[in-house]
């Protein structure tokens, strides 16, 4: 390397080093990996340390608390409300915490201080972060960037959805409380379909996505979602369009209402008759649980995407922070804000489902009273089987399961001929229900019971809203960031056009067979390449850069130069002297 070179100029003066990779690169001769400090192989030397400026014209967050929000606006989002509590009783109730808990500590934590480091020091988006780590890793920002993509195009249909529900809310009495009359000359009868399901199912399935029977029958566009998607792209683009200048600021509110709701619906959903059934229910350990594979699997995948991993939102927020900022007790913090939304969530979810259950076991319960009243009437029960302390016309759940196990006992033979339902509480809690089905069905129903249901609706729906939002302004930063720090495009056109293209692709979702392919993306779109995208960030920072020149990062002294550690093991990084770009730090 020669004297005058730039480079070597650096070691005797502070003078901070501007010129891009590019502009270097050009006019220095090719690094002596053999002799360089970069080699953890070779002799010792003097180190390149080129510390990109603070003031290179990159936006900046107003605040830490703007920030802190934006990344739990990001993190916390539909999943939260509708998966976790899901996964919790599925997978042992309060034994399912401990896994996930563990889990959190021993992945979530690291691979998101892992994000937020690599973004913070770098200064830029995904693809921007990993081909300064080895050129040949740009295709790890790339599968962020094309996930991101696709994820975005069915999320927002979800926010189409609660939009909605959230202007239907305004209705008293709500539309989906009771079934259509359906009129035939002078007589009119209920709904067919909506009496054998229910009235919430029947307006979701029905009157809201008019879905089709299969796939492969588009139906046409439903127009009603049509519009609602158009207002949801129309609400993200202009969260997103000046960046973090306009998205930081709607962080203020899209980030802490949901948790005004939340709490309000706690304190409501506790003062519910059978809220605290729900709650236990919830929270009965089921400790064998733990002992099976499957639990720790499913636990590890939700702290993934609970914590948002791998979109690349995480790097992109974290790039318009101060290089020294301490992104250790970032992680930590947002990780447990994330940990405890899920808790706060599934307990306002078991008070509300709780209370659902009570009511649909007592309805249970008036139904199959009716029908002993009938078979007592009509001779086929004799009155002999009834115990003398029941009344009918206030039957207890405690006197109906009296009465059942009797019948069962006496008319073994004949019993399944007379239809007659158990009406367990248990059955009831332990009807497992998640994603669209807790939102739009089991929870709508419980509050078409609530007073002022109305009220209670448009809250709820408001807080999807809110709770969509943030995830999805965090998920088009991690699209448009990197392709603005690598190409030199109007941010406020590229931001319009995007929102425009993902509108047009977004109506495969808003066609009346639409609800299918929402289901198919959440299901394959994301989970396998997400999981790849985070081991490869894993392997990158691990075994390319190094674990002990990432330990500095905690202490706010991370090298400047982003070097392959081995030649031997990653040759690729090494195979031509512009593949040196890595090493320097404009």
């Not at 669209?436 to 709820?460: D, K, N, Q, R």
């Not at 894993?538 to 002294?557: C, F, P």
Request: with cysteine; hydrophobic share 45%; charged share 15%.
């Amino acid at each position: 390397m020669r004297k005058n070179s730039k480079v070597t100029q650096r070691e005797h003066t502070s003078e901070h080093v501007t010129e891009s990779v590019a502009d270097l690169l050009a006019h220095e001769a090719p690094l002596d990996y053999k002799n360089s400090s970069l080699n953890v192989g070779g002799v010792p030397g003097k180190k390149i340390v080129l510390e990109p400026p603070e003031n290179d014209g990159r936006p900046a967050w107003n605040s830490k608390l703007q920030y802190i929000l934006a990344q739990v606006g990001f993190s916390v989002g539909l999943g939260n409300v509708w998966r976790f509590p899901y996964l919790c009783q599925k997978n042992g109730g309060g034994a399912y915490l401990v896994p996930y808990f563990i889990l959190l500590i021993l992945i979530g934590v690291p691979l998101f201080f892992l994000e937020l480091a690599v973004g913070q020091k770098i200064r830029r988006g995904s693809i921007g972060v990993w081909n300064y780590v080895c050129p040949h890793l740009g295709g790890i920002g790339v599968s962020s960037l094309m996930v991101c993509g696709f994820v975005g195009l069915y999320y927002n249909v979800i926010i189409g959805w609660s939009i909605f529900y959230f202007f239907q809310s305004f209705q008293y009495p709500l539309p989906w409380a009771e079934c259509p009359i359906r009129r035939n000359g002078s007589l009119a009868i209920v709904e067919p379909e909506c009496e054998k399901s229910s009235a919430t199912t029947y307006f979701w399935y029905r009157q809201t996505l008019n879905t089709t029977s299969t796939i492969a029958d588009s139906g046409g566009l439903n127009v009603k979602m049509t519009l609602s998607l158009l207002v949801a792209w129309i609400i993200v683009c202009l969260a997103v369009i000046r960046g973090i200048a306009s998205s930081g600021k709607v962080m203020y509110f899209s980030s802490l209402f949901p948790y005004v709701v939340l709490f309000c619906f706690l304190v409501r959903g506790l003062l519910l008759k059978g809220a605290v059934d729900g709650i236990a229910h919830m929270f009965t350990p089921k400790l064998e649980k733990m002992l099976e594979p499957q639990v720790w699997r499913e636990a590890a995948t939700q702290v993934f995407f609970a914590l948002g991993l791998g979109f690349g939102g995480v790097i992109a927020f974290s790039s318009y922070n101060k290089i020294d900022n301490n992104c250790h007790f970032d992680a930590v913090l947002v990780s447990f804000i994330n940990f405890f939304t899920s808790i706060l969530a599934t307990l306002v979810v078991f008070a509300v489902l709780g209370f659902k259950a009570n009511l649909m076991n007592e309805k249970c319960v008036i139904e199959n009273g009716e029908k002993i009243l009938g078979y007592l009437n009509s001779n086929v029960l004799s009155h002999d089987l009834i115990p003398p302390h029941v009344n009918f016309s206030q039957l207890s759940t405690v006197d109906y399961a009296e009465i059942y196990g009797v019948i069962k006992t006496v008319k073994e033979g004949s019993f399944a001929e007379l239809s007659l339902d158990p009406c367990v509480l248990e059955d009831e809690l332990n009807k497992s229900v998640q994603g669209t089905g807790l939102a739009f069905i089991a929870f709508t129903e419980a509050m078409t019971h609530f007073p002022a249901s109305p009220f209670w609706s448009v809250m709820f729906f408001f807080m999807l809203i809110n709770l969509g939002l943030g995830s999805m302004i965090g998920t088009m930063t991690g699209i448009t960031t990197p392709v603005l720090d690598t190409y030199k495009v109007h941010k406020e056109l590229f931001t319009v056009c995007c929102c425009i293209i993902a509108f047009f692709c977004g109506l495969l979702f808003v066609q009346r067979s639409g609800n299918y392919f929402v289901t198919m993306f959440d299901d394959y779109s994301a989970g396998l390449p997400l999981t790849i995208v985070v081991i490869l960030e894993n392997v990158s920072v691990a075994w390319i850069y190094g674990t002990k020149r990432l330990r500095s990062v905690s202490r706010a002294t991370l090298p400047g130069h982003w070097p392959c550690a081995s030649p031997s093991l990653w040759w690729p990084c090494f195979l031509s002297p512009s593949s040196s770009s890595p090493a320097i730090s404009t």
